[in-house]
């Protein structure tokens, strides 16, 4: 067998390697890295989203949702090229696709308006051409994003370009690459998945009390003694996290979502928001045998415990000084401007109410989905249930400058080749975190002062901590039929019509 622990086995409690003993023989399970697909041999890609059944917690299982597997999908390995790719829908409902941080043309992107009927297959060839980053794939379904990431619909996508070697940067998956989709769930007593927002839930976005880890609970991530790339994904629905070790020990900042830094930075915190993607460097051979990674915003909680194995091959010592990137854009100051405030109950521009028809597309898509219910069923784990598309749209107070979103409408058209500075703002004494299709932007500044590490380099998802401004090219086209998105990456906020479209052309 092969010696990393792929997701397909380790979430069936019987099927997982327990951890060796020694150093850490307490008997908990060794984190299960995503199965990994390589495309780049093939120029192929293959998905079936499908419903499945997790034991979480090694108790009672839940029904859930995954490409190719019961949760999540496989981690899948993509250059710069031609890729084709189907993606079949034996969900039993409708659903979509997106390549989060993928820069393709609207017609490939997946959003709401590439609909996969049940039973159905989407076929897309691609073309990629963009800087090396990890970025990922989820359902974008109208009205059901939300609830179907929460029962698994996503996974992940390193876009490699072969150079990492050249670079220093561990690369070995699953050894000293380690993958992490960070999502936090809820449970029942008997350990079943919940997903029943209630109306604060939709306000404040879905959080719970537990993370999960590659969709584990309670395992651990063993390393080798040396440099470490733990490649973060938050995949929750609404939680921002702050990360940090309990030892305190660095971590070296060397990607976000759209590419690398011209150079790590240290954190002792790193901050993810949902939709958010990082790739940090960290040394293991420093310090002690166990530390564990916490997030303390909104409380502290347990992420992930970590074992150093001796045993484990080193490849990586020392972190590097400089990486290859591509330069950010300079500043533009004949960009054209743009306004956008993300507002919610009520608002705080107190323009959300009446400037729009109310959303019945929403309202007739939530009632096709629960038309569907062909699996599952009942209140425990079915993943077709009240979620925002239900409760969100009857609060219809979410929207971009005062309109919710609304799939017949376009928001407005950006020329091919633009550069444009987007002035964005959010409301309701909620962080939320934007995100726009189609392009990775700069962050120039935010609250009036220049971006913290995080948001330094190529991002296409950004926590709005005060008014953010952006400096957006649009190389890729997107027409009427397939419109780029802009929203709240907060899905329940998204779902409840936080969101907008436009076009590229
Ligand atoms: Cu990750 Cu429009 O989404
Ligand atoms: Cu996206
Ligand atoms: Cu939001």
């Not at 992940?156 to 992490?180: A, E, K």
């Not at 392009?439 to 971006?451: E, K, L």
């Amino acid at each position: 067998m092969d010696r990393r622990q792929f997701l397909g086995t380790a979430t069936a409690a019987a099927g997982a390697a327990l951890i060796p003993s020694g150093a850490h023989g307490d008997g908990r399970r060794r984190l299960a890295m995503p199965p990994l697909r390589d495309t780049r041999a093939t120029g192929r890609l293959a998905l079936t989203a499908r419903p499945g059944t997790v034991r979480f917690l090694g108790r009672a299982g839940s029904v859930t949702a995954g490409f190719d597997q019961d949760y999540l999908g496989p981690t899948v390995v993509m250059r710069d090229g031609p890729l084709g790719v189907t993606v079949d829908n034996a969900l039993g409902e409708t659903l979509t696709v997106h390549w989060h941080g993928l820069l393709v043309p609207g017609e490939h992107d997946g959003g709401p308006h590439s609909a996969i009927a049940p039973g159905g297959r989407w076929t897309v060839d691609m073309h990629l051409a963009q800087r090396p980053a990890t970025v990922w794939y989820h359902s974008h379904t109208h009205g059901a994003t939300a609830r179907h990431v929460y029962f698994g619909l996503a996974g992940v996508i390193h876009q490699t370009d072969g150079r990492d070697d050249d670079r220093g940067l561990p690369n070995r998956y699953g050894i000293d690459d380690l993958t992490l989709v960070v999502q936090d769930r809820r449970f029942d007593a008997d350990g079943r998945l919940i997903y029943a927002p209630e109306p604060t839930d939709i306000l404040n976005g879905f959080e719970a009390g537990r993370v999960l880890v590659n969709g584990q609970a309670d395992a651990v991530a063993v390393v080798p003694p040396g440099i470490v790339r733990l490649r973060f994904v938050n995949g929750s629905n609404a939680r921002f996290y702050s990360l940090h070790f309990d030892d305190g020990r660095p971590m070296h900042l060397v990607a976000t979502d759209g590419g690398f830094l011209p150079r790590p930075r240290a954190l002792e915190f790193l901050r993810l928001a949902p939709g958010e993607r990082a790739e940090v460097l960290v040394d293991f051979a420093a310090g002690g045998p166990t530390p564990t990674l916490l997030s303390s915003r909104g409380g502290r909680m347990r992420v992930l415990p970590f074992a150093v194995d001796g045993r484990e091959p080193v490849r990586i010592v020392r972190v590097p000084d400089r990486l290859d990137v591509d330069p950010l854009p300079d500043d533009a100051p004949d960009a054209r401007l743009r306004r956008f405030s993300l507002t919610m109950g009520g608002g705080s521009s107190g323009q959300s109410r009446g400037t729009a028809p109310p959303p019945l597309s929403h309202a007739a898509q939530a009632h096709a989905h629960h038309g569907h219910a062909g699996h599952g069923g009942g209140t425990h784990g079915a993943i077709v249930g009240g979620g925002p598309e239900a409760i969100g749209t009857r609060m219809n107070d979410f929207a971009i400058n005062g309109r919710p979103h609304d799939m017949r409408r376009v928001d407005f058209e950006v020329p091919l080749g633009a550069t444009e500075r987007w002035i964005v703002t959010g409301g309701g004494g909620v962080e939320h975190p934007f995100h726009v299709h189609g392009v990775h932007f700069r962050v120039m500044r935010i609250g009036g002062i220049p971006p913290r590490a995080e948001e330094s380099g190529w991002k296409d998802t950004v926590g709005l901590a005060g008014e953010t401004e952006l400096l957006v090219r649009f190389d890729h086209r997107a027409g009427a039929d397939a419109p780029y998105m802009y929203h709240c990456h907060i899905l329940e906020h998204e779902d409840a019509g936080m969101m907008g479209q436009f076009t590229v052309v």
